[in-house]
């Protein structure tokens, strides 16, 4: 245990942060109520955290980070200018939106400077525009999916979310899937799946195996619960997988065939990051996309401030999918850390559930679970 401080020394460090104390000291780690010399508000930091330079008062601290936050004029202005955007209302800082008027369609929209900067947002209604553009496909490519689903097209293609009239080429069915569906792996001849079921099972589990083969998915052993995995064989790929039906009628199926999402039959990579305002680390897992930087998992947290310590790299994302699950059950199971952040402290990313709190672990403790984690899956499969 440290020394305990001198009550007339511990006051004269919060005098020196700017703050004056309301009661007697109490310890480093209790709350001391105190009042900021230079804005008047009452606040309660603990000596701890003044010592470590964390501590102060918060109405201050907000506005020196809005100031630290705030751009030149110029900078907003070019920037405005490279994004198509006329300014309408007043810039507070880069977090906040501010209003403007797009100069190619001519609507207002509020995207904050941070997220104009990193080119991730400009005008939403022309972004929305030109994704719906690339995710057009032509009639070859649809002509091309729907082979793969023993489908073939009758009716005109008009987009990926309307009913497109097929042909089975299996039991000769006319049916009218949606090409997003197909696509996801949830799309097929209805028909034919009805023929794969056993006669005697209930009606419940009748619908639940139905729609696991429309998703090209063949169960392995009866079917419990819709949120618990299930062991099924892909009709696809022939790998054995455990999706739920619940994720399933989602739009989710193999994630070995899966083109959208992480895919386990693709390169990865493991990340470790930490986050110095939230006191967080945090575990993931992304697959490498080196033409699609912005897209990239890791990318995306590295905008919001998260900072990378270590990232392992594997020849299939499936590898890394083993190692993250191994190393979650150690810290949950075994150390007994529980998730730190919540959703609303990461709205945008995602993954709250896969951090952890800065002062339960340290990252050089993660490190070393993770290697060995790493290394005891290399001894397995040599």
């Not at 800082?93 to 207002?108: A, F």
């Not at 197909?182 to 023929?195: D, E, H, L, T, V």
């Not at 930490?274 to 080196?290: A, D, L, Q, V, W």
């Not at 392992?312 to 590898?319: I, P, S």
Request: positive net charge; hydrophobic residues 30%.
């Amino acid at each position: 245990m440290g020394k305990r401080l001198d009550p007339k020394e511990a006051e004269a460090i919060m005098l020196s942060a700017g703050l004056k104390p309301l009661e007697p000291y109490g310890n480093k780690k209790t709350k001391w109520k105190s009042q900021c010399m230079k804005c008047k508000s009452r606040t309660s930091p603990t000596l701890k955290s003044i010592l470590s330079g964390q501590g102060g008062c918060y109405p201050c601290g907000r506005v020196a980070t809005a100031n630290k936050r705030r751009l030149k004029p110029e900078v907003v202005k070019t920037a405005l200018a490279k994004a198509k955007l006329k300014q309408l209302g007043p810039y507070v800082d880069t977090h906040t939106p501010i209003m403007c008027q797009c100069l190619i369609c001519n609507q207002v929209v509020s995207p904050s400077m941070s997220n104009i900067l990193s080119g991730k947002s400009k005008c939403k209604v022309c972004s929305d525009r030109q994704k719906g553009i690339s995710q057009r496909k032509t009639q070859e490519a649809v002509d091309k999916l729907l082979k793969s689903s023993s489908l073939r097209r009758i009716g005109k293609y008009q987009s990926i979310a309307k009913p497109l009239r097929c042909k089975c080429l299996v039991c000769g069915s006319s049916v009218s899937p949606r090409v997003s569906d197909i696509q996801r792996g949830i799309g097929g001849c209805r028909p034919c799946s009805r023929q794969k079921i056993s006669k005697s099972l209930t009606f419940k589990e009748v619908d639940a195996v139905q729609t696991m083969l429309i998703a090209n998915l063949e169960p392995q052993e009866p079917y419990f619960r819709a949120k618990l995995p299930w062991k099924c064989k892909c009709l696809r790929c022939g790998t054995i997988v455990f999706p739920t039906l619940s994720a399933v009628k989602v739009g989710h199926g193999c994630s070995y065939c899966a083109n959208f999402g992480f895919q386990k039959n693709k390169s990865a990579y493991l990340y470790l990051i930490t986050h110095n305002e939230y006191n967080s680390h945090k575990i993931g897992i992304g697959n490498t996309r080196p033409d699609q930087s912005s897209l990239d998992r890791l990318h995306k947290l590295t905008i919001k401030k998260w900072i990378i310590y270590k990232k392992w790299t594997f020849d299939l994302g499936a590898e890394a999918s083993s190692v993250e699950k191994e190393v979650f059950r150690i810290l949950r199971k075994e150390h007994g850390i529980k998730p730190f952040l919540d959703k609303k402290q990461m709205p945008i990313t995602g993954g709250h559930t896969e951090t952890v709190d800065a002062d339960l672990i340290t990252l050089v403790k993660l490190e070393k679970i993770i290697d060995k984690v790493i290394k005891g899956l290399q001894n397995r499969n040599p």
